[in-house]
């Protein structure tokens, strides 16, 4: 089969690969969509730790085209998504249900090959049923929001508060839709590409704020009374961002931190500040436990993934994406890679 891999950091291209064996418990999938992710630009650029030579590809779906010995609930032409952590069930996180600690965990187009490639074997745990309707296209949004739908979840967004994006890329428009759909009053979208500002609006932002020419803190503040946001999520993984995000908290209001900073980058908080206006800042890892509510909102519509999809590509020219991402392509939201 054809996959596309990366032998060492910056070094990357088509190869011929043996078609893999679903072992028990496995079943072997023809990959129909897989989304291209900052981190598979991460790992080419040999940022993020993973083996090499390594495939990559996580956020994917595909036909079942082979099942392992052992495996009941799935058959050959299967339409499926693919959730690409592999937890062990065993361990101490395991057991609290904290699978996104799992001591042995294992990623799919991480630290193992991924959907980069014409077939991909996966778990059978790690498998969802794509509902009748939904296009194999929009089906590889599943991890990508079933994260942001994890983030909502830690940050408690309420109906009738207001909520703040910082970052508009897939990330932060998909975050967009899912403050809509948690009743917010007002959302305001921060970015500095007017197309994605626009972008934004139509996906049911109500003012957004270019914070290339204008202060994104001056502005939140003028149009919530000077009160600030009661939720604000930082999509961008910008240091300035964090900082801008932390201003426009209204007193009680909660932060979620969902964009990726650089390892070890530090920005200045005032525990005074927390302490006093009793402010809240709160993580989000991967998507434990929320994929099949992630499937359901695709299906239904009422999460819009087909207006973020910009590019669609086949495996020789993945190269071409990340470099357009790495130039920072204005017209670039989402690539899919259709092997
Ligand atoms: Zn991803
Ligand atoms: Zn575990």
Not at 186 to 210: P, Q
């Amino acid at each position: 089969m054809r996959a596309f891999i990366i032998n060492k950091p910056r070094d990357a291209g088509l190869i011929e690969l043996p078609k893999p064996v679903p072992a028990p418990g496995e079943l072997l999938i023809r990959v129909k969509a897989c989304g291209v992710c900052g981190t598979d630009l991460h790992i080419y650029e040999g940022e993020f730790p993973v083996p090499l030579p390594r495939v990559p590809g996580h956020e994917f779906s595909g036909e079942v085209v082979e099942v392992g010995e052992g495996v009941k609930d799935f058959s050959e032409g299967d339409r499926v998504a693919v959730d690409p952590n592999i937890h062990c069930d065993s361990c101490y996180y395991c057991r609290r249900g904290r699978f996104n600690y799992c001591v042995n965990w294992q990623g799919i187009g991480l630290n193992r090959h991924g959907a980069y490639a014409e077939y991909v074997t996966v778990p059978v745990k790690n498998v969802y049923r794509v509902p009748d309707g939904l296009s194999y296209e929009a089906a590889a949004f599943m991890e990508p929001l079933a994260c942001c739908i994890h983030g909502v979840d830690r940050v408690r967004a309420a109906p009738g508060e207001n909520v703040a994006i910082f970052g508009l890329g897939p990330i932060g428009l998909l975050h967009v839709q899912l403050a809509r759909l948690s009743g917010a009053s007002k959302i305001i979208g921060i970015d500095l590409v007017d197309e994605r500002l626009s972008m934004a609006e139509k996906l049911g932002a109500d003012l957004t704020v270019n914070a290339a020419k204008e202060d994104p803190v001056k502005a939140i503040k003028q149009a919530t009374r000077g009160h600030g946001v009661d939720v604000v999520v930082e999509a961008s993984g910008s240091l300035k961002a964090f900082s801008q995000a932390i201003k426009v908290l209204d007193n009680t209001g909660r932060m979620l931190v969902f964009g990726v900073a650089p390892e070890g980058a530090k920005v200045e908080v005032e525990p005074f500040e927390i302490y006093r206006r009793e402010i809240s800042i709160v993580g989000s890892f991967t998507n434990p436990l929320t994929n099949e509510r992630a499937l359901k909102l695709l299906a239904s519509g009422a999460v819009k993934v087909s207006p973020l999809i910009t590019h669609k590509v086949g495996l020789k020219d993945v190269l071409t994406v990340f470099q357009a991402m790495k130039a920072r392509d204005k017209k670039l939201l989402k690539a899919l890679v259709i092997p």
